[in-house]
């Protein structure tokens, strides 16, 4: 949810089995926040003619690919791959930050130690993805509806603005985030008027979930607050602050 850029060292890990290449500079876009990535590396059986055009992303991203051959019919050694390389790479000291682009709920286990450490992971999967490794992840992105948010922020800069417009999401915000954000503004300080810092909000409705705005077709937790009947929002010396009304 943050815009800067981070100088952190991030390690980006891709079971290019799993996943489409066309989301490859969407992901890029959302790891920025918090550092480089300067480690690129995507497994399968490159084999595979699926594959193709992640075998170009690679020339043309510096991404080191790792082939992976298909040990058992029907299966992938992908996973335990992929596994390894990020113990070694943790193990090192030097990683501040890892991408997981994957839908495989087995690399649940893995988020898991990794965050035992600090570090946080960004996961980047299909909307289909088992809870399990989408709660695991520090936020965890469909790629699906961060393709449309990039687009429509896209978009956006190419049309004029309309004074007093407040954007819009084509995914529905269901009882479950309305729940989270409800307790979140209920833990945190607020002031005499009943009004509590959105940053604040964002970012303890976070400690608690993989929860993240680009999978409501938001840029920033601002323009989500403002679609939200429950939420009254002010600004206040560029700061977002909201009160709950209902």
């Given at each position: 949810m943050a815009s800067e850029v981070q100088s952190g060292n991030v390690a980006l890990l891709i079971d290019a089995d799993n996943v489409s290449a066309v989301h490859f500079d969407a992901v890029l876009t959302v790891l920025a926040e918090f550092g480089t990535v300067n480690i690129r590396r995507a497994?399968?059986?490159?084999?595979?003619?699926?594959?193709?055009?992640?075998?170009?992303?690679?020339?043309?991203?510096?991404i080191m690919t790792q082939q992976q051959f298909d040990l058992t019919k029907g299966k992938n050694a992908t996973d335990m791959k992929m596994t390894i390389d990020a113990m070694d790479l943790m193990a090192t000291g030097r990683?501040?930050?890892?991408?997981?682009?994957?839908?495989?709920?087995d690399f649940t286990p893995l988020v898991t130690r990794i965050r035992q450490d600090g570090i946080p992971v960004y996961g980047f999967g299909s909307a289909k993805t088992p809870l399990a490794f989408q709660n695991a992840c520090t936020r965890f992105i469909d790629l699906e509806q961060l393709e449309k948010t990039q687009k429509k922020s896209s978009a956006a800069l190419d049309e004029p603005a309309v004074p007093g417009a407040?954007?819009?999401?084509?995914?529905?915000?269901g009882p479950e985030l309305k729940t989270l954000l409800i307790d979140a503004y209920g833990s945190v300080k607020r002031d005499e008027k009943g009004f509590a810092r959105l940053a604040d909000v964002g970012r303890l409705a976070g400690n608690r979930s993989s929860f993240d705005v680009r999978n409501y077709g938001f840029k920033r937790l601002s323009d989500l607050a403002r679609t939200l009947d429950y939420f009254k929002v002010e600004t206040r010396d560029g700061e977002s602050w909201i009160k709950r009304i209902r």
């Open positions: 497994y399968g059986n490159w084999k595979k003619p699926a594959l193709k055009r992640w075998e170009a992303i690679a020339v043309e991203q510096a990683i501040t930050g890892f991408g997981l682009m994957s839908s495989d709920s407040d954007p819009q999401s084509d995914t529905p915000v």
